[in-house]
């Protein structure tokens, strides 16, 4: 069979003994397009609770899988050697706490070969496990979805079909890794949103498609929710650094809207401490009592508008996703929105200030 019509499932892992088996069952039993083969290429970022030894029986059991090291541990680089080993014409990458439809892996081929893009994907849908226990779940599934809630990304759209600026997971001729290289492994998050930028720097063209389906099982809890986008927002400046652009505006909103919120508290604490030490028929003190009353107004009108907006948005998410929901759904909101905001004035600090990232956040959070 010609490497023409072979396809290449990359996919990065470690540490997933509870997932790993079920997530090849349903690779394996994908629907592949008339005259194509499959192989999937498994990178395994060192794993110590027993994935390795679950991969390598799987192996045994099924030759079209293979087991890689990926001794960088982190996304990018187990793309990258799985990049360097494919044979196929098509490169499809897929993820262990997705679950996919049966069509999936032939969706991505049908998008690419009626569209011609550069790469082709999916939108990003979530959801939380069903019963009382999942409620938190849920909660954190239907925030991602609402694009309220990200700012109108595209990929929160089940039903839109078009050009996006990234999509989720992706799916690429060959043909795109030479033109516009494989992912930075100096990037422990943001590595897709960053080639997906390069890809659009360079004229390509990414495309969603809604027939490409699959379902997203996001953290259980809110303290992993706000760990895990404040690690996104702190990747994120230094895609911007390299670029010298922002994907998209969205992007920058939370870093500025945590950045003011910060400012106006600071400068009020400040504003009161001068105050009290300030002589008291002084034209200084009366002038940085406005100040600080100011910055109190604002501290106390941006909280407002903010708790008014995650009322409302949390509300509008309720009616439609069910009533339950609403007791965790503000505090869903501003793990997503706080978290990626931390994130990212740490990031533009240690980007622009330090010049170099901070090993702290090189370690993943799941």
Known sequence: MSHDKRISVIVPC??????????????????????WTLEVLIADGLSDDGTREQLAALCLQDPRFVMLDNPGRIVSCGLNRCIERAQGAFIVRLDVHTVYAADYIAQCVAAWQRTGADNVGGPWKAQGAEGPQGTVQRAIAAAFQSRLVSGGALSRDLAYEGEVDTVYLGAWPRQTFERFGVFDEHLVRNQDDEHNLRIHQGGGRIWQSAHIQSTYFPRASKMDVFRQYRQYGYWKPFVMKKHGQAAALRHLVPGLFVGAVLLSFMLTLLGSLFVSVMPPDSAARTATLWLTMLSAGGLAALSMLYALAVAFISISIAKQQGRELMGHLPDVIAAYHLGYGLGSLRGWWDALVRGKPDPAFGRLTR
Not at 16 to 32: H, L, N, P
Request: contains cysteine; aromatic residues 10%; neutral net charge.
């Open 14 to 35: 470690r540490n997933e003994r509870a997932f790993i088996e079920a997530f090849c069952r349903s690779v394996a039993a994908q629907s592949i397009p008339d005259g």
